[in-house]
């Protein structure tokens, strides 16, 4: 899994959580043991900001994906990505935060 913050947009306050998740769900993900990393960085998710950028970006293998897309839709967040569009400005998985109450 590849993981990398986009320079100058800002970072949420929701992206302690996203942090703490990757560090439960994937505590040794660049580990040779680790099957799911497999070196297949194929997919992208993408994570807006509440003004819609993107300010953080994954480069996942399928399985990495899912389970990511499925701990990120836990804390709240929303894939933006239709199932039959496939994928959207080379994103596969688009996460957006909930709007603010």
Do not use: C, K
């Not at 929701?14 to 942090?19: P, S």
């Not at 994570?47 to 990511?68: A, H, K, M, P, W």
């Amino acid at each position: 899994m590849d993981n990398r913050y986009i320079t100058g947009i800002e970072i949420p306050d929701y992206d302690e959580a996203i942090t703490a998740l990757l560090e439960t769900t994937f505590p040794d993900n660049d580990g040779p043991e680790n099957w799911l990393s497999g070196g297949l960085d194929d997919y992208r998710i993408g994570i807006e900001n509440r003004d819609g950028q993107i300010y953080r970006v994954f480069g996942v293998s399928l399985n990495e994906g899912f389970t990511l897309h499925s701990h990120l839709h836990d804390l709240g967040l929303r894939n933006q990505v239709g199932e039959l569009e496939g994928s959207r400005n080379g994103y596969h998985w688009l996460m957006h935060p909930p709007a603010e109450s």
